[in-house]
């Protein structure tokens, strides 16, 4: 590769006009011709050019794959399908007596679970804290 630089430089400013009328005259003609010889590369450029290129071109396929495997299989692995729907689950249910409430429900079916939570489940699976006689409640 050779760089040839070409130089310019004002020829002169005439200094008899105005300083309204001075005009910087210019010539075209390259002043000096110089060709800047640049060293030929060595084999060792060469190898750590092409390792570089290498290297990225590696990572470059392996962020393709990598990709490719995320959008046909997904993150978790399993090739992409329609998720697998379960029957609903019937869920149990009580019928309220005269003088029940969500506590007192909750006091007789809560098992392990804190009474609280389960009072909590209560009422956002019945649609409010307030029951009637006969409405059936449903347990969560």
């Given amino acids: ?6 130089r310019t430089t004002p020829i002169a400013i005439d200094p008899i ?18 060709a ?3 060293p030929r590369p060595t084999a060792a450029t060469y190898r750590r050019r092409r390792a570089v290129v290498g290297t990225m071109l590696a990572a470059l396929v392996a962020v393709g794959l990598v990709t490719a495997h995320d ?3 997904g ?14 689950q019937a869920r149990a249910h009580v019928v309220a007596e005269a003088g029940d409430t969500l506590w007192s429900i909750a ?3 809560h098992g ?15 649609g409010g804290a307030t029951i009637q006689a006969g409405q059936e409640v449903v347990l969560p």
Avoid: C, K, Q
């Avoid at 590769?1 to 070409?6: E, I, Q």
């Avoid at 006009?17 to 110089?34: F, K």
């Fill in 1 to 6: 590769m050779t760089a040839v630089l070409y």
């Fill in 17 to 34: 006009a105005r300083p309204s009328a001075r005009r910087v005259v210019r010539s075209h003609a390259p002043a000096a011709r110089r």
């Fill in 36 to 38: 800047v010889a640049s």
């Fill in 71 to 73: 959008v046909l299989a």
């Fill in 75 to 88: 993150s978790g692995g399993v090739p992409a399908s329609a998720a697998v729907s379960l029957p609903a």
């Fill in 107 to 109: 006091s007789a079916h």
């Fill in 112 to 126: 392990e679970a804190s009474i609280t939570r389960y009072v909590d489940a209560l009422v956002d699976l019945n």
